[in-house]
């Protein structure tokens, strides 16, 4: 059977593990000086912490892989110690490297064989809600090798030829059909052989993984997102999240 006509297993089997990868090595720099944008408080917790859980909420998750910055494990793995984690969901914690395609590959690397099915989450993601996880797993199963939750642009959005100097006018070069755009979100789920492979052709830097199996020349869908799966990247998006996350506690009552 050819590789092409071979079904992978997450196909094979709806009932595939799964497992997640957080890539947390980078420092964050947009939000300042401090520590590394993962491990900043929000609601009094890491949003490390609050990336995590999320992906453990999901019962199809029983394995997550949080990938480190190079000399920071024994912290984030003292961070995970000390934070109620779900019993179900075990938790492993690897250095990473030095771009975040690297991270994944080996947080990719570290993966027991058991597990077909990979989801990789921004740790700058802290607030995904438990239903968008469980519609990338589902899409993954039901045999696509990669899917990414999105959303529709609200802005028209325009192409521009880059100014040489920050600040400069910048001339417009098309206007794309805001109907056809999506602003992807994480986690984005895999094949977990299609995901490997893409690691192991594709040696351009990319944004995201789901354009490296794009570059395999596979079909990568779109399951709906959600607007509290939002990247916190600057101070705003922090008071942002602080503000979801108090609405939240309010709403559940502790």
Known sequence: MSDESRPSPAQASPTARTAAVIPAAGRGVRL?????????????????????????????????????????????????DAHALPERTDFLVVPGGAERQDSVKLGLDALPPEYDIVLVHDAARPLVPVDTVDAVIEAVRDGAPAVVPALPLADTVKEVEPAGTPGEPEPVVATPPRARLRAVQTPQGFDRATLVRAHETVTDQVTDDAGMVEQLGLTVVVVPGHEEAFKVTRPLDLVLAEAVLARRRLNDGF
């Open 32 to 80: 300042g000086p401090g520590a590394p944008k993962a491990l900043r408080a929000l609601g009094g917790t890491p949003m490390l912490i609050h990336a995590v859980r999320a992906m453990a909420a999901s019962r199809a998750v029983s394995l997550v892989v949080v990938v480190a910055p190079p000399d920071g494990t024994a912290e984030v793995k003292s961070l995970l």
